[in-house]
């Protein structure tokens, strides 16, 4: 082989060398993020994922399919939603035991969680995309590449160009107070109990009557003992030495729908439905629509 022979083998060989190194080096992150999702399907079995209808790179799966209609951007969907790393497993968000989310189906793609330790609201149309796919109470497997989802900047305690493995479980109810009022029958079926349902909405159970003669309006000023306790038995609250004193227009709307039916000296148990309650925003240790349970002594009443 000559010299000429040698030096242009040598130049082709290096030139194919350089443009491999490049193309790994510069592989882009849809690339990498759907060999990744291909890989999770195969390795895992999940032969019923598909690709999003506009290809987009997502994948999902119906895993709970229901009766009736599908949902549509215009209707309310309550749910809630689990968030894990494809790679290592790890549970990222998970919705609060004691609440739910909820909003428009069209809204899906506007996705926050105070959780996530930011305030930036995310675009992520996986979300509404697979809950077209469904029908109220129904359950939505989506496999979310970094690219649809956080990006290279993460999220809270999710990293970097990290692959999700989302579920969103919708329930079968249009309005969150019809989905409030079945959690309390279910909890008042469960534990035997037996309560007066108010028009507010709002259940309770008389269990001392009271023995004062001062009826309670707006201005009076109440002495309380109470403590208050989400569905599953977790104090949030509680003043049970007699000092919590206030006047109606202070408290939440469950209260006030209540507490003027009694005067003191009355003990009474009530079941207050979210919205007349903290509602969609929830407080501190409440979650978003969370149904209350307050256990409530009526110390003293002074106008």
């Known amino acids: 082989m000559n010299n000429f022979t040698k030096f242009s083998l040598f130049a082709v060989l290096a030139t ?23 890989s999770y399907i195969a390795k895992n079995n999940l032969t019923s994922m598909q690709q999003d209808p506009d ?29 894990k790393s494809m790679q290592s ?54 496999l ?16 970097s160009n990290e692959n999700l493995d989302v ?18 029958q279910n909890f008042l079926t469960a534990n035997n109990l037996t309560a007066t349902k108010d028009a507010s909405r709002v259940y309770y159970i ?13 201005t009076s000023t109440v002495v309380y003992k109470y403590t208050g306790r989400l569905l599953d038995g977790t104090v949030f609250d509680s003043s049970t030495d007699g000092t919590y004193s206030t006047t109606l227009q202070y408290l939440i709307q469950g209260w006030k729908a209540i507490i003027p039916k009694f005067t003191a000296g009355a003990k009474i148990r009530m079941f207050i439905p979210s919205d007349m309650g903290y509602g969609l925003s929830g407080n501190g240790a409440i979650p978003p629509n969370a149904v209350l349970d307050f256990d409530i002594e009526i110390v003293s009443v002074t106008k």
């Open 89 to 142: 497993g790890n549970q990222y968000l998970k919705s609060p035991v004691n609440g739910n989310l909820g909003t428009y189906v069209g809204y899906l793609n506007n996705f926050f969680q105070s959780s996530l330790s930011t305030s930036t609201t995310y675009n992520i149309p996986a979300l509404r995309i697979a809950t077209l796919a469904l029908k109220p109470g129904g359950v939505a497997r989506i």
């Open 206 to 218: 008389t269990t001392a009557a009271g023995t004062g003669t001062e009826t309670i309006t707006e």
């Open 55 to 83: 290809k987009t790179g997502f994948y999902f799966q119906v895993t709970n399919p229901t009766t009736g209609d599908l949902f549509l951007n215009k209707d309310s969907v309550l749910y809630d939603v689990v968030i």
């Open 16 to 38: 194919t060398t350089i443009f491999s190194s490049c193309k790994k080096e510069y592989e882009s992150i849809q690339s990498v993020d759907d060999a990744a999702i291909k």
């Open 144 to 159: 979310l590449p970094s690219y649809l989802a956080f990006g290279r900047n993460g999220a809270g305690s999710i990293p």
């Open 167 to 184: 579920t969103i479980t919708t329930y079968p109810y249009k309005k969150q107070w019809q989905f409030d009022d079945a959690k309390i």
